[in-house]
């Protein structure tokens, strides 16, 4: 057996971070690594009261894993006691899990144990994707209140919900959340929570047993007809296979015409993606649709607060606001610059200055153009391409040619930044419900006339690359 003693040491070693000595000498210090797989990382236990315990902390160590490994694994854990001479039959049924999850059970459970009445669920939910942690601001105060109503009310508030926005900014948090408290409010009804990918990857494997066993392929339908909330995540990924779409919109309709709920999450906005079933799109559509927007700064600040305390990591308030506006992308970028913060931290015993801070995500943060440098950049470029100024732009002045800058640089500060309508009516001396406005005129102007679009698109061009 491969030896994965120096993994098991940095993991322990970081989790002083999170449990006494006592603990871990209790619990963890007996533990080893029997081998890790690209999808997990299975631990061996030497009791079944450590077993029980170690399983109970399965988020924690999924986050220490992540942190030794860079990348996110599925613990599994079993036990030397009772199962020390199963090795076989605990991959086999690791494998089944990965590829299969039955209804109600854990992760890490062997097949021939009770089962525990749980939510059916075929990605077990994350215990650390919460409502309750999950940090509120302008940019998804909108989607959140519609996740919490489709919780609370499955299939009487909204149906379908389909929500969108890029890539790191909560969409997966808030499909982990609606399950959990759906759960929690109905444990009766079975969910199902699976990306696009393991969709399409279910699929085609209920094909192949057909072919090979003459099954049919019932058990697959049977399985997403049956449901009761169905959630998807990534839908973007089932575009441009014809007989998964054909499948998929024969299951919506399904469950649909069973007023049974479905939550639907895409990167980008359903006209965007190319080789998408018109009729799929159509009834995405039919319930309610809610995009999710970049984190602004306020947003960003709170997170990094939220996400440093439950690291145990003590920020100055001057490095929240040195992350704040360096770190602009999404969500996902500022758990990577905390992630590495905590690490440097416990590995090697730094005391978490601003100095360490700035140092620590310097990689993160030195292409990146501050908020405030872009949006003076976009006042003088636009100022430049209609003959005006700033403070004109700015004023109270009604003329043609300067309204339509100004609606122009609220469109575009709004795209290209994470300032929110608020701070955009603040920069242009405008109330929000203003800017709105001015937001839907260039939208409307950009989809009825070709020239105003390449307009646009010369002039973002312009800003990012002058």
């Not at 949006?375 to 700015?394: L, N």
């Amino acid at each position: 057996m491969q030896s994965y003693k120096f993994i098991w040491d940095s993991i322990l070693t970081n989790m002083r971070g999170t449990y006494s000595d006592l603990r871990i000498n209790a619990y963890f210090r007996d533990i080893e690594i029997v081998e890790i797989e690209p999808q997990y990382i299975l631990l061996l236990t030497q009791t079944p009261k450590t077993l029980e315990f170690v399983r109970s902390q399965q988020s924690v160590l999924e986050r220490l894993v992540h942190d030794a490994l860079g990348e996110f694994k599925v613990v599994y854990v079993y036990c030397k006691e009772t199962d020390g001479n199963r090795l076989d039959r605990v991959r086999a049924a690791i494998k089944h899990d990965l590829e299969f999850p039955e209804p109600g059970k854990m992760p890490y459970d062997l097949p021939d144990e009770p089962e525990k009445p749980k939510t059916s669920s075929i990605t077990p939910p994350k215990k650390s994707y919460t409502f309750e942690n999950y940090v509120v601001g302008n940019s998804n105060q909108f989607v959140y209140s519609a996740c919490y109503a489709v919780a609370e009310n499955p299939s009487s508030m909204w149906n379908p919900l389909l929500i969108y926005g890029p890539s790191g900014l909560g969409k997966t948090h808030l499909l982990y959340a609606t399950t959990k408290k759906i759960s929690e409010l109905y444990p009766e009804k079975k969910i199902i929570y699976i990306t696009g990918e393991q969709f399409v990857n279910d699929m085609v494997e209920h094909l192949r047993k057909r072919d090979n066993n003459g099954l049919g392929f019932g058990p697959f339908r049977e399985k997403y007809r049956k449901c009761d909330v169905l959630l998807i995540d990534d839908i973007q990924f089932i575009a441009g296979k014809s007989a998964v779409q054909e499948e998929f919109f024969h299951t919506f309709n399904t469950l649909y015409d069973s007023q049974k709920q479905i939550i639907i999450t895409s990167d980008r906005p359903l006209r965007e993606i190319k080789q998408l079933d018109e009729r799929l799109q159509y009834r995405f559509e039919m319930g309610l649709t809610a995009d999710i927007q970049p984190p602004d700064y306020e947003l960003r600040a709170a997170i990094i607060k939220n996400k440093a305390e439950a690291l145990h990591l003590s920020l100055s308030e001057s490095s929240v606001v040195y992350l704040a506006e360096h770190l602009t992308k999404n969500i996902r970028q500022i758990e990577g610059a905390l992630t590495k913060i905590y690490a440097k931290k416990y590995l090697y015993g730094l005391s978490v200055t601003d100095e360490m801070v700035i140092e620590s995500v310097a990689d993160l943060t030195t292409v990146e153009v501050s908020p405030k440098d872009l949006v003076e950049k976009i006042f003088t470029i636009v100022s430049t391409k209609y003959g005006t100024s700033k403070d004109e732009i700015c004023s109270k002045t009604k003329k043609r040619e300067i309204v339509e800058a100004r609606h122009v640089c609220a469109y575009l500060i709004r795209t290209m930044t994470n300032y929110s309508q608020n701070q955009i009516g603040a920069l242009l001396g405008r109330d929000h419900t203003t800017i709105i406005n001015s937001i839907e005129v260039c939208k409307k102007q950009i989809l009825n006339d070709p020239s105003f679009e390449r307009e646009i698109k010369e002039l973002q061009s312009e800003i990012k690359d002058g």
